[in-house]
């Protein structure tokens, strides 16, 4: 009997969904339960699936997100979630279902895309690089309570009136923030107000009526032995005592919850502000990106004003022909282009054109990684300037 032939499209139908979350389901044990959710958020035309006869083999779905970098958002399709079914692994469906949004994606004008790997190698073979960091820390909550008392900061727990402040808070934060998100939404509803009795909430107020001075937002974990542990997802505080307070806060719970965890980027500047060295590493994942339009993501993200840049590519990109070949990125007065022509001198991948443009990676680490080659060392020290940044983080995971 000839074996069926996969074949990469779009679910049909709510039956072909369902069939999808099976996979999900056994690929990464979402919970059974949680099939309706997933129908009724999985927009077909921002999915594929390899289908092999009736089986769903393989599957991936897009969220449209906006993505900082350089203070400006950069629209980006967040993939969640890619998996393959356990006995059809193996057979390449996973880069499918990953490359085949690509054309998409470029006319729909996300220029990037990023993604939570489960397996980092079949993602660099379709052209991305790792590009940041989700982090979570832990610190003693009696820590917390060290902390010096800050004058006349007043706390108050918030409600879903201050919902729209919140949100206008965190996105003039997240601008300062290479990699975080720019939350649509649809994504403040699903981690904030859809559920909001489950998440606490306090805030201090601005100086002008309906606006926020800082926030923090957190929930409540059980533990196996008595009370539950703070996990803290946001603390968003620009004035030094304002975010002491909401820290001071935090520790308050220290009785029930001797245990505080925090995400946050690799080095917490908590750090800063605690006497002692508490605040310690619990988990770190590290994300990916793909530069699906090159010449459309350099010219969409910011860059210092006075740092400059003109090198030659030779970009091998394979799975986006529309990037490859020869091309020149010129960086001046905060803009980027990436135009065709030039001599070609430096070979880039894609894979290390994406942890460049982040910031996560330096020139010369991905030269001595392999993913650079032909660079001259003021070529790297030029190109490394340019995305000299914090190592980028996300305060979210999708």
Not at 77 to 85: E, H, L, N, W
Not at 255 to 283: A, C, F, I, K, N
Request: charged residues 25%; hydrophobic residues 40%.
């Amino acid at each position: 009997m000839t074996p069926t032939e996969p074949v990469l499209r779009h679910p049909e139908s709510d039956d072909e969904v369902e069939r999808c979350f099976d996979l999900v389901h056994r690929a990464f044990n979402f919970p059974r339960d949680d099939v309706e959710r997933f129908k009724g958020e999985t927009d077909r035309d921002r999915a594929l699936a390899v289908f092999v006869g009736d089986e769903a083999a393989a599957f991936s779905r897009i969220r449209p997100f906006g993505q900082f970098f350089g203070g400006r958002s950069v629209p980006m399709a967040g993939y969640s979630p890619v998996g393959a079914a356990p006995e059809f692994r193996g057979r390449g469906f996973g880069s499918m279902v990953t490359a085949g949004h690509y054309a998409d994606l470029r006319d729909r004008g996300e220029v990037v895309a990023a993604l939570y790997p489960a397996t980092t190698a079949l993602y660099k073979g379709v052209g991305f690089g790792i590009g940041g960091v989700w982090g979570e820390h832990t610190v003693p909550a009696r820590s917390l309570q060290t902390l010096r008392p800050p004058g006349g900061v007043v706390v108050r727990r918030g409600t879903e009136a201050d919902i729209p402040a919140v949100k206008a808070l965190y996105r003039q934060d997240a601008a300062r923030h290479d990699g975080h998100l720019d939350r649509p939404d649809v994504w403040w509803d699903g981690r904030l107000f859809r559920e909001f009795d489950k998440v606490h909430l306090y805030v201090v107020d601005g100086e002008h009526p309906g606006a926020l001075a800082g926030y923090t937002r957190y929930t409540h974990e059980s533990r196996r032995d008595w009370g539950y542990t703070v996990v803290v997802q946001d603390l968003v505080a620009p004035d030094a005592d304002v975010a002491l307070a909401l820290w001071r806060l935090v520790g308050s719970s220290s009785t029930l919850s001797p245990e505080v965890r925090v995400v946050g980027p690799p080095e917490h500047p908590l750090l800063l502000t605690l006497p002692e060295q508490d605040l310690e590493p619990r988990q770190a994942l590290r994300w990916m990106v793909r530069l699906v339009d090159m010449a459309g993501a350099f010219g969409a993200r910011g860059y210092a004003a006075d740092r400059r840049a003109a090198v030659d590519l030779d970009i091998d990109d394979g799975h986006c022909p529309w990037n490859a070949g020869r091309h020149r990125l010129v960086i001046q007065d905060g803009e980027g282009r990436l135009e065709k022509g030039g001599s070609g001198t430096i070979k880039a991948t894609p894979t290390a054109l994406a942890s460049l443009y982040t910031g996560y990676a330096t020139a010369q680490a991905l030269r001595t990684a392999g993913h650079l080659t032909g660079a001259s060392e003021a070529a790297l020290t030029m190109l490394t300037n340019v995305f000299a940044a914090p190592t980028p983080w996300m305060a979210d995971f999708f």
